[in-house]
């Protein structure tokens, strides 16, 4: 927890406004920055006007977009984070070993993110790039990151929270959830097949530090012509148990 006297509110605030900004929206005018800042519309209009002047965003008088000064951030955190420097040669040996695309995730809050990540150029709808956000709960990394929380500390993520339905199989029932998360703390991997993106199916465990504290998730996601869930098992969750192994040190 932070003092009162130490926060800075316009820094939040501001904050808020750049993080309105995503795959759904990625133009926003000042009502529709309010809204999901949770401001009024005249500090969403300031908060977008200095943004705009600082660089960060870019607009056309009416609405306002994301530039490319916030990369900056991404890329001041890959070029100097241990985490992604350490599991990079792990990750782009196992995609020249299986010709797939592996990834390392953590938890933010309801999403998961990619900070590093190796394999074939094929882009999935939602995108596999270094930065991106995806749903916690419809994916295998959300879920092992998930089954690390202790049961009321997990209890208390789920209460209230909208689990949105991504395609016809995403789970969205909290208990069908919990006993999924509960499966995943029990087996340690997990398996998610098509709940974020049809015709996809991807594979996860967790990587722990030398503490054993669960710090990311190791996945590996191919298309289903490719692998199915059981082959998935077969071929790939050895290879993602032995790097987690080896990893451990490093992290």
């Not at 002047?53 to 994301?66: A, K, N, Q, R, V």
């Not at 209460?159 to 199989?169: D, Q, S, Y």
Request: proline fraction near 4%.
């Amino acid at each position: 927890m932070i003092a009162k006297a130490d926060y800075v509110a316009g820094i939040a605030k501001g904050l808020a406004v750049l993080e309105s900004f995503d795959t759904q929206r990625q133009r926003l005018n000042a009502t529709l920055a309010a809204e999901r800042a949770g401001l009024t519309r005249a500090a969403a209009r300031r908060h977008l006007l200095t943004l705009a002047h600082l660089g960060y965003l870019e607009t056309d008088g009416s609405y306002f977009w994301l530039s490319p000064k916030v990369l900056r951030f991404s890329g001041s955190y890959l070029a100097s984070a241990r985490m992604p420097r350490a599991v990079q040669p792990t990750l782009d040996r196992l995609a020249g070993l299986t010709g797939e695309s592996f990834s390392v995730v953590v938890l933010d809050g309801d999403q998961v993110v990619i900070v590093a990540r190796s394999g074939t150029a094929r882009l999935l709808a939602y995108g596999l790039h270094l930065g991106a956000r995806l749903p916690a709960h419809a994916t295998s990394t959300g879920r092992v990151l998930l089954a690390a929380k202790n049961r009321g500390d997990f209890a208390a993520w789920l209460k209230g929270r909208e689990l949105p339905r991504l395609t016809a199989h995403t789970v969205v029932e909290p208990r069908a959830l919990k006993a999924l998360v509960d499966q995943v703390r029990q087996q340690d991997w997990c398996v998610a097949s098509e709940e974020h993106e049809l015709g996809v199916h991807a594979l996860a465990v967790p990587l722990r530090n030398m503490e054993g504290r669960t710090v990311a998730a190791l996945n590996a996601v191919a298309p289903r012509q490719r692998l199915e869930p059981q082959a998935m098992r077969k071929d790939l969750l050895p290879l993602l148990l032995e790097s987690a192994r080896e990893l451990r040190p490093l992290l």
